[in-house]
C-alpha cells in the first residue's frame, strides 16, 4: 500500500507572489523518492486560523503531513 502525503506550506508571502516556493518542490522530490505520493500543496497564510484549518483539511486526506515555511 503506497503512502499519500500532502505538503502544507505557510507563508503570507508566497499568496502574494513575492516569493516561488521552492520548498514544496524540493519536497515533493524527496518524498517521492522515499516512496510518498504527493497528492496536495496547499499554501496558507500566516494566519493562525487558517493554519488550523488547513492542517485539519490535510490530515483529512492523507497518511502525512509536512508543513514548511520561513521563505520570507
Not at 24 to 34: N, P, R
Not at 36 to 48: I, L, Q, R
Amino acid at each position: 500500500m503506497s503512502k499519500t502525503a500532502e505538503i502544507l506550506c505557510v507563508g503570507t508571502e508566497i499568496l502574494l507572489g513575492n516569493i516561488t516556493n521552492t520548498n514544496a518542490t524540493f519536497l515533493s522530490q524527496e518524498l517521492s523518492l522515499l516512496g510518498f505520493n504527493v497528492f496536495h500543496h496547499t499554501v496558507v497564510g500566516d494566519n493562525p486560523e487558517r493554519l488550523k484549518s488547513a492542517l485539519a483539511a490535510a490530515f483529512g486526506h492523507a497518511d502525512a503531513v509536512f508543513l514548511s515555511g520561513g521563505l520570507g
